[in-house]
């Protein structure tokens, strides 16, 4: 039958077999201008996402705000890492928007998974379907999508959702036509939108920690959790959940997935948390029945590397990041790799690009979950290999130990240490004792030096102990680099005042020193100077000054006569006889020492200033206050010259020097000595500082002789907790400070 578009219809030929010619007619309203086909009163396609949803208020805010206006199409992107939570929001927003109809009908919104060119297509095909049923089998798909995109240039109202866009590419064609709705974006990619005519991009975070904790419970308990009260505690049969989502990173998906597993298999928070550190590899890739298997938060990420394949580095850095901490990177770091600097720049470029990784000017950020999968081994995944996931623990240690600054004389220089600290922990706690390296001894050994010197004695201890037992492990047992470990653990044994465990690792230490480097080695002499200070400390000065005696004896014959070291064992050997009140030989010998230090090192340098101040304390301890005075005013007076007002060195002479005004009678200026030099340890050092601890006690006690016991007592009560949790019961500043609280209450 022969037809005509202008009685019977058209003819359109859908489609061909091997054998049969297929035809379609179709009526002649059915291909009228796309400026005639009105949009059915309930077009909605999005995800109803009946699932909790819980915050994102500001996040769908910003949205109506960016994707507000007329005439010409709008375009709004949200990117953000894989598994935050980036098409629930569109969802959520694409059902308010079908919400605000005009009365008869629901706006129309149509959803498409834009994960390639031909998804696309597939979908504005599809859209013409639901506008024109009539042409399901009448056009081709490549004709559907043609009429679709001509419908939306011809119509506005609409919201079209393109989900999960991989290259902006697949998506450009169709953004570039004349339209007049609402277009948003969803993508882990993060780059290109704004050229492609975005009007907001908006980055994507995490859920907020209240929130996270609410969907965790939500999910878990399949209730509205009403039960938080206004400071977001939870109840004990929800015993972790707080530990949980910040384990998690705050992350939606991970957090949708793991509520739904402990609901599932009736599971506390702190129960996942044992099962996720025993068995990483299984939890991460593990869903609740009824889950979509394919979303773990393992496979979506392995699929945002599967798109860097090209970029070499890619992979390699991300594994080598995932070794350090949360906080930001110092991209310093990086700088010791091996590699082509652009091929560098490059990888961390297109990390960042998909929301792996996050850059500013001088750090990088990592999400903690994203870490936790990259260092965890799956022999189902290319990019997480048991040997490429150790190799990038071994060169993380190793760029993190090259790149440690000196060791930090000055506070100012204190601050670049810190910065690596969180990184340093991380590295630490994530890797097994058992594959320590020698970078990994030294890193932790100079971490440890400097957490002592802080007065963080107790994790000083714990990497120092760890440091010596890798030494021993890698080089053995008399290796030099093992014994100065040993003697630097014994060392934070003695700033701890755990003499029960220093005294005898000196010991050893120096018998092994003695063997293998010979009784005038300077590491030798470094051990027994060592080991004299421990037996002073302990208050044996019988055996203390013999030592420091031979000591300064050996040093004479071994050293040039003006080295420095011969003028630090004069100082020791003064000081202990001070100690054993020979105060006569103390004070020559102090005396001879800083002449000296004037001569050899000049008398603005920092150890004949401290030599200055060590002979002020001789002269007070023999109750020549004037002298004493005019001595200290005199070291404090250098010292915040050539130290600054905030070094140790001047803190601790501030405090000396307002202890003798103390004693002489003058309580206005101790007081307010004591005052500054408090506020500028708690400043410059920290709370629970050694130093921040002897000042608090003694600003106390000028309180308590100027009458004003009510503040005394506060202020050793403070200072009393805080040195039985830094320093512990034994120590002789907790000792001293606990005797001084008690004489105030009598």
Not at 244 to 269: D, F, K, M, T
Not at 638 to 655: A, M, N
Request: proline share 4%; hydrophobic share 45%.
């Amino acid at each position: 039958m022969d037809a005509t578009a202008s009685d019977q219809g058209r003819v359109y030929q859908a489609g061909r077999d091997q054998t049969v010619n297929q035809t379609t007619v179709l009526p002649g309203e059915a291909l009228r201008p796309v400026t005639e086909v009105a949009a059915p009163p309930r077009l909605v396609n999005a995800p109803r996402h009946t699932g909790v949803f819980v915050g994102r208020g500001d996040e769908l805010t910003e949205l109506e705000a960016a994707l507000r206006g007329g005439g010409e199409v709008v375009v709004a992107a949200v990117h953000g890492l894989g598994g935050v939570g980036k098409s629930t929001l569109a969802a959520r927003y694409a059902r308010a928007h079908a919400a605000r109809g005009d009365g008869t009908g629901l706006n129309p919104v149509w959803w498409i998974t834009a994960d390639s060119s031909a998804a696309v297509e597939a979908g504005l095909a599809a859209l013409t379907v639901a506008l024109q049923p009539e042409l399901t089998t009448a056009l081709p798909l490549e004709a559907l999508a043609e009429r679709a995109t001509a419908w939306l240039a011809a119509h506005d109202g609409w919201l079209l959702v393109l989900d999960n866009v991989v290259d902006p590419a697949d998506v450009a064609p169709l953004l570039e036509r004349t339209m007049a709705g609402q277009v948003l974006v969803t993508s882990r990619l993060s780059e290109g939108w704004h050229r492609l005519g975005a009007q907001r991009v908006l980055r994507l975070d995490v859920l907020g920690e209240r929130e996270a904790i609410e969907l965790l419970i939500s999910i878990a308990t399949h209730a509205l959790p009403a039960f938080l009260d206004h400071s977001g505690n939870v109840p004990d049969t929800l015993d972790g959940a707080v530990e949980l989502v910040r384990e998690l990173g705050w992350l939606p998906l991970a957090i949708e997935q793991v509520g739904a597993y402990l609901h599932q298999n009736r599971l506390s928070p702190r129960t996942y948390l044992s099962l996720l550190a025993e068995h990483p590899a299984v939890m991460y890739d593990h869903a609740a029945r009824g889950s979509d298997s394919e979303r773990t938060i393992a496979r979506i990420w392995r699929l945002t590397l599967d798109q860097l394949t090209e970029v070499s580095l890619a992979g390699l850095v991300l594994r080598l990041l995932a070794w350090y901490g949360a906080e930001s990177i110092p991209r310093i770091l990086l700088d010791g790799l091996a590699v082509c600097a652009p091929d560098l720049q490059q990888a961390l470029g297109s990390l960042a690009a998909y929301n792996m990784i996050s850059l500013d000017g001088t750090g990088i950020t990592v999400h903690r979950l994203v870490q936790a999968v990259a260092r965890t081994a799956d022999a189902a995944d290319p990019h997480r290999q048991s040997g490429d996931i150790n190799t990038g623990r071994e060169q993380a240690t190793t760029l993190l130990d090259r790149t440690l600054p000196d060791w930090p004389v000055h506070p100012d220089d204190w601050s670049t240490w810190r910065t690596f600290l969180p990184h340093i922990t991380a590295l630490a706690d994530h890797t097994p004792p058992a594959a320590d390296t020698q970078d990994t001894a030294h890193l932790l050994k100079e971490a440890g030096l400097f957490l002592g010197n802080q007065g963080a004695v107790v994790t000083a201890i714990d990497w120092l102990q760890r440091a010596t037992s890798a030494y021993q492990r890698v080089l053995g047992d008399r290796h030099p680099d093992t014994l100065t470990s040993r003697n630097d653990l014994a060392g934070v044994y003695r700033e701890a005042w755990d003499l029960g465990r220093a005294i005898p690792l000196y010991e050893a230490t120096l018998a092994d020193r003695e063997r293998v480097l010979g009784d005038s080695h300077p590491d030798t002499l470094i051990s027994r100077n060592d080991l004299a200070s421990a037996y002073e400390a302990a208050g044996d000065l019988d055996l203390a000054i013999p030592l420091y005696e031979r000591t300064l004896a050996n040093r004479e014959r071994v050293l040039s006569i003006d080295h420095p070291a011969i003028l630090t064992s004069r100082n020791n050997l003064a000081g202990a006889y001070q100690a054993a009140g020979d105060l006569g030989k103390a004070i020559s010998l102090f005396e001879v020492t800083l002449a000296e230090c004037v001569r050899i090192l000049g008398g603005d340098d920092r150890d004949a200033l401290a030599t200055c101040g060590n002979l002020a304390g001789a002269y007070w301890k023999a109750g020549d206050l004037g002298r004493a005075i005019s001595l200290f005013e005199t070291a404090l007076a250098g010292q915040e010259r050539v130290l600054g007002d905030s070094h140790p060195d001047t803190l601790r002479s501030r405090i000396n020097l307002a202890s003798v005004y103390q004693e002489a009678g003058d309580l206005g200026r101790a007081i307010s000595l004591f005052e500054s030099a408090l506020a500028d340890c708690e400043r410059v050092l920290n709370d629970e500082h050694p130093i921040t601890l002897t000042s608090r006690n003694n600003l106390a006690g000028a309180y308590e002789t100027a009458g004003d016991l009510g503040r005394a007592i506060l202020l050793y009560e403070r200072t009393l907790a805080d040195c039985e949790r830094v320093l512990g019961a034994d120590h002789p500043t907790t000792r001293t400070v606990q005797a001084n609280l008690a004489a105030a209450l009598r």
